[in-house]
């Protein structure tokens, strides 16, 4: 980070620091492992926003804390209602449809665990470096839920996204590579000059070009996504699903 860069303290969330032509959007929700809640999605939405209309050329993604994100907050499965839980699935998919036709570069620099949503949001960035500690997960089928099932086909075809899917148990850095989960491995040492390559890249193009690429490579499919969210969604109660799944995981944990 240069000298110059300027932090905005008004998110409390969310940090978003100008650095030059780079602007950073770091999850800040350590003690809850930066946990999707409805406030830091709102946060993570308006900073995006921010960004694309401000000078930036690229996004970069990171998260305060021993980890990315653990995904979504479940702490409150209990007192939620069905209806509450499809609204923000809803608003996590429409910032990560926000993140995917980004007609900015978008990067995400990943450590420690990166569950769930969070997952998600890598799979939809541009470019995506992890930590050899980096480990990744994405339960949502576990519990009934398709949420950027086509984004991580794309990314990673068909059978890998089978496989990383239905998965038991959560896949390291060498796996996430392996099957273009993610663009490398890097160590937070040399973050620096990872993000000083991929901008040097970037810089190659005006905006407008940048814009144009991005919007070709990724065609919209917006409508349909959210639907096949919702579809999900609203299969029996989305609300006992997650309950049952989270119970499942306990047992586990308590008879290995």
Known sequence: MVK??????????????????????????????????????????????????????MVVFQGNGKGFSGGFD????????????VMRFIQVEKFLQAVYHCPIATVAFVHGACFGAAADLVAACHWR???NDARFMMPGPKFGLVLGTRRLSVLVGEDNARQLLLRDKPFDASDALRTNFISGIKEYDEWADVEEKVFSQVKQTDVKTYAELASQMRPNHRNSDIAALVRSASNNSVQSRIQTYLDHIHEQKNNP
């Open 74 to 85: 479940l702490s409150d499965i209990k007192t939620s209602s069905d209806g509450e839980l």
């Open 4 to 57: 110059n860069a300027r932090w905005d303290g008004s998110m409390t969330l969310v940090q978003y620091v100008e650095d030059g032509l780079i602007v950073r959007i770091i999850l800040n929700r350590p003690q809850k492992l930066n946990a999707f809640n409805e406030d830091i999605i709102l946060e993570l939405t308006q900073a995006l926003s921010r960004a694309e209309k401000s000078m930036a050329r």
């Open 129 to 131: 470096i992890a930590t």
